[in-house]
């Protein structure tokens, strides 16, 4: 008896001092810089959202947060470094549609797996995406896009940035009768630019990467890939608008960490991005941008996480894409 009352309280006592030890480690936390990945170029959407978000939990924190691009492969590059990093909660990821919903669609083999290789924290906004065309251009929407197509014998080519966007250009010209070619780019800028430059034809991206393109003249929106128009662009019309029913497009942005993260840390990262997230400036920031901000629990994320991977699957397999 006396024996097992003696094991009952070391068991206590070890219960209590591992309690304490998460406890210390999360006020502790972090101790040296933490790096944000970003599988996407400077300038684009998901990389002045990390900078935002980074700028923000330096704030709340006090820590020194990174932001670290590591573009290319279709985001693949930076998803798999994340993935295979140490889960101490120093590298965390911008995770998003494309890298996490999109890719598994198109690819047989990821060398991460969306769902098992993170440990979700939050989902930071979700986003509209537009189809744009060089503003010198002969078309004002998309029957005069379908109709430039159809006069040309090798029809149009598109760019696209991310594997989302191949999928929903790909969408729109089955859903059209367009011959189109998609080209692939390291991300949504370089993209752009060949688009302003007349390289491609037409490309589908986030709003808030196209307007101050668009505001400056240099590209036209043919269409946007939601419900309602975006109050960014109020003049185009949805596709719903130009006949294209029961087809929208929004894409989601949120944090995560390689799997196996300790818990403790995973909850002071979410507590602090969720204080940041909430922010009047933040969310004023984001509505600027064209974006929703979508705040989220660790396990509401996961969930979101799970049901885009089939949602995507399906998309990829309308547009008549088979997996590479």
Known sequence: MRRAVRLTGALALFAAAFALSCQSRAEQYPARPVHIVVAYPAGS????????????????????????NRPGA???????????????????FISGSSTHSANPALFKQLPYDPV?????ITEIASLTYALAVNADAPVKNLRDLAALAASRPKGLSYAYGSQLAQIAAATIAKLTGMNALGVPYKGQPPAMTDLIGGEVDFMIADVPV?????????????????????PLLPDVPTLAEQGITGYD???????SAPARTPQDIVETLYRAADEVLKAPAFQAKLTE?????DPSSPDQFARLVVTQLS??????????????
């Open 45 to 68: 959407t998901m990389d002045v959202v990390a900078r935002m978000l980074a700028g923000g939990l330096h704030g709340v924190t006090g820590g020194t947060f990174v932001v670290d």
């Open 74 to 92: 279709e985001g693949r590059i930076g998803a798999e470094f994340v993935a295979k990093a140490p889960p101490d909660g120093y590298t965390l």
């Open 116 to 120: 098992k290789d993170f440990s979700p």
């Open 210 to 230: 196209l307007v101050p393109q668009i505001r400056a003249g240099k590209l036209r929106a043919l269409a946007v890939f939601n419900e309602a128009r975006s």
């Open 249 to 255: 497009l929004l894409g989601w942005i949120g944090l």
């Open 289 to 293: 941008m064209g974006m929703t901000y």
């Open 311 to 324: 949602i995507w699957s399906k998309k990829a397999k309308d547009a008549g894409i088979a997996q590479e």
